[in-house]
């Protein structure tokens, strides 16, 4: 079954990544582990809260590349237990939010559990430019 893509629009253009991006995204938002809250603190400010319980500081890594906030959990394997029932799993996780252009990172804390991770949004300036129009001799210029 071929897929139709909201992006093969002839006038959408250089919008590879950003298709790449939702496709990534919609395969992973199956998974519901962590479990997590995005909060809305003001304006200009979000908090992403992910329950990590179990997990310390040395486990988790918090990254951004390409406008897109990786979240990785990896416990350690306690080799030397000896289980008679196991009901906290040891689990490994990697959660990805995707980011809108001027959104930063001011920091991560782990506080009773929990993952809390700031972020801001600072307005992008408005840009308008004008394109100068040259005049051409009639002939394709490729």
Same mark, same amino acid.
């Given at each position: 079954? +071929? ?16 298709? =790449?991006?939702? @496709? ?5 938002? &199956? @998974? ?9 603190? #003001? ?7 992910? /329950? ?5 500081? /040395?486990?988790?890594?918090? +990254?951004?590349?390409?406008? =897109? *906030? ?5 416990? +350690? =394997? ?17 959660? &990805? ?8 990172? @001011? #920091?991560?804390? *782990?506080?009773? #559990? ?5 972020? &801001? ?8 430019? +004008?394109?100068?129009? =040259?005049? #051409?001799?009639?002939?394709?210029? @490729?």
């Amino acid at each position: 079954m +071929t897929r139709v893509s909201p992006f093969g629009s002839p006038l959408l253009l250089g919008f590879d990544r950003l298709e =790449e991006m939702v @496709d990534r995204l919609s395969r992973s938002a &199956t @998974d519901g582990y962590p479990p997590y809250n995005v909060v809305h603190l #003001g304006d200009e400010r979000l908090r992403i809260s992910l /329950a990590v319980a179990g997990f310390d500081e /040395a486990d988790l890594d918090v +990254t951004v590349q390409r406008n =897109e *906030l990786h979240i990785r959990g990896r416990q +350690t =394997e306690d080799n030397g237990a000896v289980y008679l029932y196991r009901g906290i799993a040891a689990r490994q996780f990697h959660r &990805t939010f995707l980011l809108a252009d001027g959104i930063e990172i @001011d #920091g991560a804390r *782990l506080d009773n #559990g929990l993952l809390h991770i700031e972020l &801001t949004r600072h307005a992008a300036p408005e840009i308008v430019k +004008t394109i100068a129009i =040259e005049s #051409g001799n009639g002939a394709d210029n @490729d």
